[in-house]
Every structure is written in structure tokens, then in C-alpha cells.
């Protein structure tokens, strides 16, 4: 069981810039990679970006890549993801996740913390 909680959304203006943070607790020694998911209002929950937690490579989905970057903090068990250059479609509610270790998907997930961008 993994316990996920993020912070740091909130109201910004387009060309503003949020940093958000997960911190993952319970049994944080099975995670392979953990994410960011993001899902606007009406639209499916859609991949941001993810890290691996022991290697430390990265994915980014298209709309996202040169201004969003993910990174993480292996001693605090917590995950960032700087948003730059922010634009009314990156207005969702943003989710955490986790993959563990021999898992085809991600497996736990935070309670989503809402990033509104305003024109």
C-alpha cells in the first residue's frame, strides 16, 4: 500500500509557472516509476510525464515537453513537476501516481490537486 499526497496547484496567469509535489509513503520500496496524469474537465484522465525512480529517466507527453520538467527526491520519496510557460489548456486536476515494480500500469494514485491557468 502506497499513500500519495500532492500540493502546490493553484491560480495562475498564462506564462506563470507552479511546481508541484507528491510525497509517497507505506511501502515506497516497491516503486519502479512514479507520474504525473492530468484531466480537464469533460476529458479523459491523459499521461503528463513520468521518472523512474532508480535509473532517473523521463517522459514527457507532447504538448507538455520543453516547458514542463519532472524530477524527484529519492530521500524524501517525492516527486515535482515544474510547469513553465503555462497555458489555459494545462488547466486540469493534476494526479500523482505510482508504478510498482512488475506492474503493466500505474497503480496508486493521490487525491489530484486542481492547476487553473487564466488568459
Known amino acids: 500500500q502506497v499513500q500519495l499526497v500532492e500540493s502546490g496547484g493553484g491560480l495562475v496567469q498564462a506564462g506563470g509557472s507552479l511546481r508541484l509535489s507528491c510525497a509517497a509513503s507505506g511501502r515506497t520500496s516497491t516503486t519502479y516509476a512514479m507520474g504525473w496524469f492530468r484531466q480537464a474537465p469533460g476529458k479523459q484522465r491523459e499521461f503528463v510525464a513520468d521518472?523512474?525512480?532508480?535509473?532517473?529517466?523521463?517522459a514527457y507527453t507532447n504538448s507538455v515537453k520543453g516547458r514542463f520538467t519532472i524530477s524527484k527526491d529519492n530521500a524524501k520519496n517525492t516527486v515535482y513537476l515544474q510547469m513553465n510557460n503555462l497555458k489555459p489548456e494545462d488547466t486540469a486536476v493534476y494526479y500523482c501516481?505510482?508504478?510498482?515494480?512488475?506492474?503493466?500500469?500505474?497503480?496508486?494514485w493521490g487525491q489530484g490537486t486542481q492547476v487553473t491557468v487564466s488568459s
Open positions: 501516481a505510482v508504478n510498482v515494480v512488475a506492474s503493466r500500469g500505474y497503480d496508486y
Open positions: 521518472i523512474q525512480w532508480s535509473g532517473g529517466s523521463t
